[in-house]
């Protein structure tokens, strides 16, 4: 067992972690977004398994948070939806995989 | 954007993380009882940050899991509570662990 100094912040890694891009399906969606220009709906739907309902609300909560900006327009005669990452989703994408190359790096060292 | 060839299983990495253990208070209650033989109450609710009600229900739906088992005794006069990690927990830290590591590494390859 471990018991921490007095005045010792512990601050174990994954203190540093946001819930809103941690979420797995979240982090899903960031990170193929992340990878691609723009990614569409259905593709998002089917790489990652998920309901069009849950699609959506995670969507929501991202862009929400200001982390994509969502588009909607036709491709042929089809509705669409597109959704790009923002600076600020990059960003926040940026600091999950730091902390999670922390963690694994601790892991790693035990 | 990335379109899906027909019958291609997408796979993508987060699909295959468990909410039991991705949940990042979870994923720190597991990582610091896979780092020592036991790990206490009171220094899991310092080194997270968690109020003892929040902790209290991460180890339960761990315990539930059968990846925790919860030990309570005396240190001292004092009542304790301790947690272990058992060997289900440690499969499971480790499935997450190489689907961290293989999300990051589709990331740094981007």
């Known amino acids: 067992m471990i018991e921490p100094l007095d005045g010792e912040r512990a ?4 203190t540093d972690l946001d819930e809103v891009v941690h979420q ?9 977004a992340a990878e691609t220009r723009q990614a569409e709906f259905g593709y998002l739907r089917e790489a990652l398994d998920l309901t069009a ?5 995670h969507i929501t909560v991202l862009a929400e948070a200001g982390l994509l900006d969502i588009h909607k327009g036709y491709q042929g005669r089809r509705p669409r939806t597109w ?3 923002t600076p600020a989703g990059q960003a926040a994408l940026a600091r999950e ?5 922390a963690l694994l790096s601790r892991h790693d060292n035990d």
């Not at 797995?24 to 193929?32: A, K, M, N, P, Q």
């Not at 309902?53 to 609300?57: A, W, Y």
């Not at 995989?97 to 190359?101: F, G, K």
């Open 83 to 85: 959704v790009r990452i």
């Open 97 to 101: 995989m730091a902390t999670l190359r």
């Open 24 to 32: 797995r399906h979240r982090l899903g969606i960031l990170t193929i």
């Open 53 to 57: 309902g849950n699609l959506s609300r």
């Open 11 to 14: 601050d174990h890694p994954t």
